[in-house]
């Protein structure tokens, strides 16, 4: 009889321990389940997600670019403004006082509110196309380095007889120092040029706004000494 019981006794604790086995086991299965169906539809909206936000520093930047273009615009147009004071040709100052107010609505539409975060950003200037590919290559270790690159402009055919890299916010000028340190490891030496006497509390360039300006044929030979 106690050899019954104690068998008995033993097939139920081998079913126990079946049963809890087979519990795991569907659990384990349970949980597998979940989690590839969960993934399966999270894995999309997290690759969305990113798109978005992607899409939304793009828009930031080619709006602040905008908004750079029009200042610049603007500048020169009070320029020509200020040549054509007192020499009697009214036409073409009326035109260019219909051009300066088109200009402002355009700049009050490419203002980014003071909410919005934008990342900083460096737009290049050059002095000859010959520059445009040295430029473009110390423009790909900028952005590397977090920086926004909106592209390489030539302006003018003046300009510093240094290569600059211009700030216009006193509150810039760490981020500034930060953004020189990079051209130095890209091979571009820059002196730093404070303009925030100038623009502090202008409308149309951002906070994070910096330009490189370069001197004449100087890119090129400092980015061989990097090389060597």
């Known amino acids: ?3 019954k019981k104690t068998g008995g006794k033993t097939q139920a604790a081998g079913r126990r321990v079946s049963l809890w086995m087979v519990a795991q086991l569907l659990l384990t299965i349970v949980v597998v389940v979940v989690v590839v169906v969960v993934g399966q539809k999270i894995r999309p909206l997290i690759a969305r997600k990113q798109a978005l936000e992607t899409e939304i520093r793009q828009m930031q930047a080619q709006r602040a670019y905008l908004a750079f273009t029009l200042d610049s615009l603007a500048r020169q147009v ?3 403004s200020r040549t054509l004071q007192g020499g009697g040709n009214e036409p073409a100052q009326r035109e260019l006082s219909s051009l300066k107010a088109g200009l402002s609505q ?3 539409l490419a203002t980014v509110p003071d909410s919005a975060t934008i990342p900083a ?3 290049i200037h050059i002095r000859d196309e010959q520059q445009r590919p040295a430029a ?3 423009g790909e270790q900028v952005k590397a380095a977090g920086y926004v690159v909106p592209g390489i402009e030539r302006l003018v055919d003046k300009g510093p007889q240094v290569t600059e890299l211009r700030y216009f916010r006193k ?3 760490a981020d500034a120092r930060r953004l020189q340190a990079v051209l130095a490891r890209a091979g571009v030496e820059v ?3 404070d303009l925030s006497a100038s623009y502090e509390n202008s409308r149309s360039i951002r906070p994070g706004h910096f330009e490189l300006w370069f001197a004449p044929g100087e890119i090129e030979l400092q980015l061989r ?3 060597r």
């Open 1 to 3: 009889m106690n050899v």
């Open 78 to 80: 009070d320029d020509l």
């Open 106 to 108: 355009a700049q009050a």
């Open 121 to 123: 950003r460096l737009y």
């Open 136 to 138: 473009k290559q110390a």
């Open 171 to 173: 509150a810039d000028e």
């Open 191 to 193: 002196r730093l040029s």
């Open 225 to 227: 000494k990097l090389k």
